[in-house]
Nanobody, 116 residues
Framework: QVQLVESGGGLVQPGGSLTLSCAASGITRAINTMGWYRQTPGQERELVALVGRSGTTTRADSVKGRFTISRDNAKNTVDMKMNSLKPEDTAVYYC??????????WGQGTQVTVSS
């Protein structure tokens, strides 16, 4: 049974920081890509950041310079450190995992709210 367990969401003031973590288990094939998407009400889910098995990263322009993504291949975990958070970063953040057969798995989502 595949499980993606997310943690680290919450309420933070503008300019603050949060770290999201995701641990994947039950995936039998090699994991190629891990990362995060986010979604706000009425909007499509959008890519935030991805990291490949070799450590190559992709980030949305809106988070470059503020968000850092990293992974531990041995533990099948991915972390995203979010600095200088803005109100427009408020969203539900979803962990994303793609294995070597292009199967995609999603976490249940964790709320991040940036507000004073």
């Amino acid at each position: 049974q595949v499980q993606l367990v997310e943690s680290g969401g919450g309420l933070v003031q503008p300019g603050g920081s949060l770290t999201l973590s995701c641990a994947a288990s039950g995936i039998t094939r090699a994991i190629n890509t891990m990362g995060w998407y986010r979604q706000t009400p009425g909007q499509e889910r959008e890519l935030v950041a991805l990291v490949g098995r070799s450590g190559t990263t992709t980030r949305a322009d809106s988070v470059k310079g503020r968000f850092t993504i990293s992974r531990d291949n041995a533990k099948n975990t991915v972390d995203m450190k979010m600095n200088s958070l803005k109100p427009e970063d408020t969203a539900v953040y979803y962990c994303y995992v793609r294995d070597s057969r292009w199967n995609v798995y999603w976490g249940q989502g964790t709320q991040v709210t940036v507000s004073s």
